[in-house]
């Protein structure tokens, strides 16, 4: 167990000790002391505010349609305590806002997965889209054909896939057992509006993040094009999101170098890769401190568990 626990750890310091023998350690540093703080100062506190409204705005949408009534400032709360716990575990934030519906409003925790794992569906659908559409207009886009066609097909999979679960055909007992699963409650209830909302909603974070990627590089010196910011954050995003190293760390400096080499120093990429993740992990915490209760209720569910179990029906309608 201990060993399962620290590989991540070891694979980040293994890819991080590779980046800075391609880009020495000092070298870094330099561009980071060399960087316009008059741009990602505001950038960074402004981009985390955006994307916690958002964010607030689609759980309180989402949970309210496929579970209980949570208001946009319940939303807040919930999204807010769960920033606290992310920097522990790549999981553990979404788990702490399971965790805070089933301590608040008694929501059973497959059913509340069920609208979580609905709204990550609808966010995969974002994300190819938007690489699709970044490597579209790329003005060498003819050399990324492969990866254009593989964006869309993921995209397209996806969309087949909610289709596939909210529709009855094609049918047979296996495949209604498979669509009946408790998992899939949210999406055999969700309606085009709800596809609509959230897929708005992630596209407009993602969005916030593409600006980021556009504005901050301009700081540490990097002539980083809108079209290739639109490709690359996707990617960026979902790099980050495998659970291979703690937070992306390693991975998403990695990604950065070998996607922004030929718009910029390689030791500006590097220090804006490392800086970028820390100012934003120390934002959101910041932030999340305003919810600080929540943390200690979701603490008191998963020590202790509460009444409603994976699959019960005590929650407020």
């Known amino acids: 167990m201990g060993i399962r626990k620290s590989l991540p750890w070891i694979v980040a310091s293994a890819v991080l000790t590779g980046i800075f023998i391609l880009v020495p350690m000092g070298e870094a540093w330099h561009a980071l002391r060399l960087a316009k703080s008059g741009i990602l100062l505001p950038l960074v506190p402004g981009s985390v505010l955006a994307w916690f409204l958002i964010e607030s705005g689609i759980y309180a949408h989402a949970f309210s349609r496929f579970n209980t009534p949570v208001s946009f400032r319940e939303a807040r709360s919930l999204r807010g305590s769960s920033y606290l716990w992310a920097p522990l575990h790549h999981g553990l934030g979404k788990a702490a806002i399971l965790l805070r519906l089933r301590s608040l409003y008694g929501v059973p925790l497959l059913e509340s997965t069920s609208t979580m794992a609905l709204c990550q569906t609808i966010d995969g659908i974002a994300l190819a889209g938007l690489t699709a559409l970044g490597l579209g207009l790329l003005s060498s886009s003819a050399d990324f054909g492969p990866a254009s066609i593989a964006s869309c097909a993921t995209a397209a999979g996806l969309l087949a896939y909610l289709v596939f679960l ?5 049918g047979s007992r296996l495949l209604g057992r498979f669509r009946g699963l408790t998992l899939h409650r949210a999406h055999r209830s969700a309606r085009f509006r709800d596809l609509a909302i959230i897929l708005l909603g992630r596209m407009a974070c993602h969005l916030v993040f593409v600006m980021v990627l556009y504005l901050g590089t301009r700081s540490f010196g990097i002539d980083l094009p809108l079209p290739v910011a639109l490709a690359a954050a996707p990617l960026i995003e979902a790099i980050r999101a495998l659970p291979i190293t703690p937070a992306g760390l390693g991975t998403q400096q990695a ?50 568990g509460l009444s409603g179990g994976l699959t019960g029906k005590t929650y407020r309608q």
């Open 166 to 170: 909210g529709h009855a055909r094609p």
């Open 255 to 304: 990604t950065m170098l070998f996607l922004f080499r030929d718009f910029g120093p390689e030791a500006s990429i590097v220090a804006f890769g490392l800086c970028l993740p820390m100012a934003t992990l120390g934002a959101r915490c910041l932030l999340g401190l305003f919810y600080l209760p929540g943390i200690f209720e979701s603490f008191t569910t998963s020590a202790f």
